[in-house]
């Protein structure tokens, strides 16, 4: 699995995202509360754009009548249809059973580290023959 560099910490300020495509997949980076998630920007039930879509909280109710709010922006609401699936888990909360959406790990790393490498530069054989330089590749 290869790793890319998506953002700085700071530019994706909590509660916000930012939609990215590495090696041609549409990826939502999300921020909650200084964590980072991201998903496929892919719905599981019919291929909507979900990463566009609203974040939101969690209903729940253990009987009529009486609901409780919790989470509040940590539920991704695909655009399309209103499917809704937990950020942390890619959880779907419409099928729970059998749907969710893919996770890609994320780290933060320092700047120092990443800017140490291991990386090689490619290099190229130069040489000056009579006033042409000569680059070979």
């Known amino acids: 699995m290869s790793r890319h560099i998506v953002a700085a910490v700071g530019e994706i300020p909590p509660g916000g995202r930012k939609l990215v495509t590495l090696n041609g ?11 980072f998630f991201a998903l496929l ?16 909280g969690l209903v729940t109710s253990t009987t009529p009548g ?23 888990t890619g959880q779907s909360w419409c099928d729970p ?7 890609y790990p994320v780290t933060i790393e320092p700047g120092e580290r990443l800017a ?6 490619e290099t190229f054989t130069v040489s000056v023959e009579q006033a042409y330089i000569v680059v070979e590749v």
């Open 25 to 35: 997949r549409d990826i939502g980076v999300f921020n909650l509360g200084g964590e």
């Open 41 to 56: 920007n892919r719905c599981p039930h019919q291929g909507g754009a979900l990463c566009r879509g609203s974040l939101t």
């Open 66 to 88: 009486e609901f409780t709010w919790s989470r509040a922006g940590e539920m991704l609401k695909c655009p399309w249809h209103g499917w809704e699936y937990d950020v942390r």
């Open 97 to 103: 059973e059998d749907t969710k959406v893919r996770l």
């Open 116 to 121: 140490k490498g291991p990386y090689v530069a």
